[in-house]
C-alpha cells in the first residue's frame, strides 16, 4: 500500500505572544518599578501574535519542505482558524480535537522564556486518537510525538504508539523542556532503553546535559553527551546547540558547526531544526550533510523577517 503521509506529527498547539524584549533584565526591572509604585502600564514593548507549540511548528516546518505532513492536534473554535490559515496551499492535513488551544507568552531578548498555559496540550493521551487517526499514522513514514514536558501523558502516548504501530514504525519524540520534571523525564527514559518506545531523540544542548544528568552519565563534552545519550537508550540522538549540531547512533558521532547570527527570533527554531533533520533522513542524506541542511533551515528562520520556515527551495540555494 501506498504511503500517505511523509511524517505524521502530533499534539500541542499554542497560541504564542512574542514579546521582544530586547533586554530581559531590562523588562523585568521596568516591570518591578511599576509594580513597586502601584501598577499600571509599561508602554513601547514591541509584540506579535503567532500560531505555535512544538508540534504545530514542526509540522508547518515539515510541510513548508514540501513534506506530506499530518497534523494531529487540538483547538478552540477560537483559535482554529490562526492555526487553519497556516498551513493553506501546503502538503498537509490538520486533524483538530475539541480542546482548548494553548497559550504562552515569550519573551524574546538573547534568550527566550516562555509562559505556558497547556490548554489541551497538556491531557493528549492515545484515547485522543480514533481509529481511522491510527490508519494514518501506519500509513505515514515517520511519527512524531513533540513536546511531552506539557502533556501529563506523554509518556503514556509514546508507549501506545509503540504498541500499536509496532516495533518497525520509526518513532521520533522531541520532548521540549522537560527540566521542571525531571523524575518524570528519568521515568519516561526508563521505558525507552527498556522497551525502546522510541528510535530518535533530538534535544537542545541545554536539555541534553539534564538528560544526561538523569541517566547518570558523567560530565561531558557535547559530542561525548551525544554518544553517551544514544549508546545508553539504543536511539538516534540528535543535539542541536549554539555552537555545533551533532548525532550520534551510539557507536559514532557526527558534528557540524553552526554559523554565528544575529537572530531576529529564537522560538521555534528548534522545531525547523528538527524538520530540517528529519527531511535529510526521509531523503537519504549521509549524517553530515543532514546536520548542515538542518542548521541552514534554522538560521534561514531565525534570520526571517516574517518568522516562517524555509521552503525547500530556500534552503537549497542557501547551501550554494
Same mark, same amino acid.
Not at 15 to 29: E, I, K, N, W
Given at each position: ?10 499534539? +500541542? ?38 500560531? $505555535? ?62 509562559? $505556558? ?7 493528549? $493521551? ?6 481511522? +487517526? @491510527? ?12 513536546? @511531552? ?27 521540549? +523542556? ?12 526508563? %521505558? ?7 528510535? @530518535? ?45 551533532? %548525532? ?73
Amino acid at each position: 500500500m501506498a504511503r500517505k503521509f511523509d511524517v505524521a506529527v502530533m499534539h +500541542d498547539f499554542f497560541v504564542d505572544r512574542l514579546v521582544h524584549a530586547g533586554s530581559l533584565a531590562g523588562l523585568t526591572r521596568d516591570i518591578s518599578n511599576k509594580a513597586s509604585s502601584g501598577g499600571g502600564g509599561v508602554h513601547g514593548v514591541v509584540q506579535e501574535e503567532i500560531r $505555535g507549540g512544538n508540534a504545530v511548528n514542526l509540522a508547518h516546518a515539515l510541510a513548508r519542505l514540501g513534506l506530506r505532513t499530518l497534523l494531529i492536534t487540538h483547538s478552540d473554535d477560537l483559535h482554529e482558524p490562526l492555526l487553519r490559515n497556516a498551513f493553506k496551499g501546503l502538503r498537509s492535513e490538520l486533524r483538530i480535537k475539541p480542546t482548548p488551544a494553548g497559550l504562552t507568552v515569550a519573551f524574546e531578548g538573547k534568550v527566550n522564556v516562555m509562559l $505556558g498555559d497547556g490548554g489541551g496540550a497538556s491531557d493528549f $493521551g492515545p484515547s485522543r486518537l480514533d481509529e481511522s +487517526d @491510527w490508519d494514518a499514522l501506519e500509513a505515514s513514514r515517520v511519527v512524531c510525538s513533540v513536546n @511531552w514536558a506539557a502533556n501529563r501523558r506523554g509518556t503514556a502516548l509514546v508507549s501506545a504508539l509503540r504498541e500499536r504501530l509496532g516495533s518497525e514504525k520509526p518513532i521520533f519524540v522531541d520532548p521540549a +523542556d522537560f527540566r521542571d520534571n525531571i523524575a518524570g523525564f528519568r521515568e519516561f527514559l526508563g %521505558t525507552v532503553a527498556r522497551r525502546h518506545t522510541v528510535d @530518535w531523540l533530538s534535544m537542545n544542548e541545554q536539555e541534553s546535559v539534564a538528560a544526561a544528568g538523569a541517566l547518570g552519565l558523567d560530565a561531558l563534552t557535547p559530542a561525548a553527551m551525544c554518544k553517551g545519550i544514544a549508546r545508553k537508550l539504543g536511539v538516534v540522538f540528535d543535539l542541536h546547540g549554539f555552537k555545533k549540531s551533532y %548525532t550520534s547512533e551510539g557507536t559514532r558521532v557526527t558534528g557540524v558547526s553552526v554559523q554565528r547570527i544575529e537572530p531576529k527570533r529564537l522560538t521555534g527554531a528548534g522545531d525547523v531544526w528538527d524538520a530540517g533533520a528529519i527531511y535529510g533522513r526521509l531523503s537519504g542524506m549521509d549524517e553530515s550533510s543532514r546536520l548542515k541542511f538542518a542548521n541552514r533551515a534554522a538560521k534561514l528562520y531565525l534570520e526571517s523577517e516574517e518568522a516562517l520556515p524555509p521552503t525547500l527551495d530556500q534552503v537549497r540555494k542557501s547551501g550554494a
